[in-house]
């Protein structure tokens, strides 16, 4: 499968604290993006980095990308109680011409504690 | 994401019958999918659709079809709704701004349950 897949698939950290997600996938991608879900709501996407990126930056988010390990992480630094959800990496392995292919993986439930 | 829109948002049906579910967009996306969750599965691409003359099937595309209206409403339809067909069903978007840049935006998803 190409499917990307999360690690840990749950972490239970204090307020303040960092969290830290890694995504590890199979075959070369285009880009790889993550997305938040809040529980039983529609996927929020966060980030996006490109194939040819190493490391991006959105507010206290912090994403890596190793292609030579073909592996992710997504860091959330000082975190809130808000930002419990599940997080979930998404690849994109399409050929220009052929179909579409934007994989998810199986998410990593994030519980962040007052 | 108000600017994507789902309806039902909840649903229960028996098995056999069939259901539509709708999706509509404000957002001038030319690019609409489906997708449904299960528990410990992640998602699952059902069918996607690039305007409105071209549809292409996902991986779970069995038990399922579709109809894009028009470039704001994609709609998925169960002809005969079987109980593994229960699921969270989501509609998504996209900004096409160049090959390998598409991100997502999601509904806030329809919970399907087929008794």
């Known amino acids: 499968s190409q499917q990307g897949e999360e690690d840990p698939q749950a972490l239970s950290i204090q307020e303040g604290e960092n969290a830290t997600m890694n995504c590890s996938y199979k075959?070369?991608?285009?880009?790889l993006q993550w997305y938040r879900q809040n529980s039983g709501r529609g996927l929020v996407h966060l980030i996006l980095?490109?194939?040819?990126?190493r490391e991006k930056h959105s507010g206290r988010l912090r994403v890596t990308l190793d292609t030579s390990k073909k592996s992710s992480s997504l860091l959330i630094t000082a975190s809130r109680a808000a930002d419990t959800a599940s997080y979930f990496c998404?690849?994109?392995?399409?050929?220009?011409?052929?179909?579409?292919?934007?994989?998810f993986g199986k998410g990593t439930l994030l519980t962040v504690n007052p | 994401d108000a600017d994507v829109t789902q309806t039902p948002r909840n649903r229960i049906t028996k098995t056999g019958k069939r259901i539509m579910l709708e999706c509509s967009q404000t957002?001038?996306?030319?690019?609409m999918y489906w997708y449904r969750q299960d528990p410990g599965l992640g998602l699952r691409l059902i069918y996607y659709?690039?305007?409105?003359?071209?549809?292409n099937k996902g991986e779970i595309s069995d038990g399922y079809s579709v109809s894009r209206q028009a470039q704001a409403k994609f709609s998925l339809s169960l002809e005969s709704a079987i109980p593994n067909q229960t699921a969270l069903y989501f509609c998504?978007?996209?900004?096409?701004?160049?090959?390998?840049?598409?991100?997502?935006?999601f509904g806030p998803g329809t919970r399907l349950t087929v008794l």
């Open positions: 998504a978007t996209s900004d096409f701004r160049g090959w390998g840049t598409d991100t997502q935006y």
């Open positions: 075959t070369s991608i285009n880009n």
């Open positions: 980095i490109r194939s040819n990126e």
């Open positions: 998404a690849t994109d392995h399409s050929v220009r011409g052929s179909n579409y292919k934007l994989t």
């Open positions: 957002k001038g996306h030319d690019r």
């Open positions: 659709s690039f305007d409105v003359k071209d549809i």
